[in-house]
């Protein structure tokens, strides 16, 4: 059985930083493209950004554009979420997602991906 923990949240203050981390257990990491979706109250779960399996050039939003940077260690099993210049709408629970079919595109929506984290709440006071 595939598992992702997502680490990392907490409160930080606007213009502040934090590092998100997914650990996938099971499966083969290394073939998945993976990304990173957030969630805020009374808000549909929208894409953050993503990484095929190659680990090259990440997608992201735009919203989160040259603040957010995605990368993943595929001998760790792996995948992060480094955000910077946090902004009080950033707040949200974020999860992130790994596709199976070893795809070498990005998936943009949440139904192309097959397994999920439970959460990690991040929120960003003003």
């Known amino acids: 059985q595939v598992q992702l923990v997502e680490s990392g949240g907490g409160l930080v203050q606007a213009g502040g930083s934090l590092r998100l981390s997914c650990v996938v257990s099971?499966?083969?990491?290394?073939?998945?493209?993976m990304g990173w979706f957030r969630q805020a109250p009374g808000k549909e779960r929208e894409f953050v950004g993503g990484v095929s399996r190659y680990a090259t050039n990440p997608l992201y939003e735009d919203s989160v554009k040259g603040r957010f940077t995605i990368s993943r260690d595929n001998a760790k099993n792996t995948l992060y979420l480094q955000m910077n210049s946090l902004k009080p709408e950033d707040t949200a629970a974020y999860y992130c997602?790994?596709?199976?079919?070893?795809?070498?595109?990005?998936?943009?929506?949440?139904?192309?991906?097959?397994?999920w984290g439970q959460g990690t709440q991040v929120t960003v006071s003003s």
């Open positions: 997602a790994a596709d199976r079919t070893g795809q070498w595109t990005i998936p943009r929506f949440a139904h192309e991906y097959d397994y």
């Open positions: 099971e499966g083969t990491f290394y073939n998945y493209a």
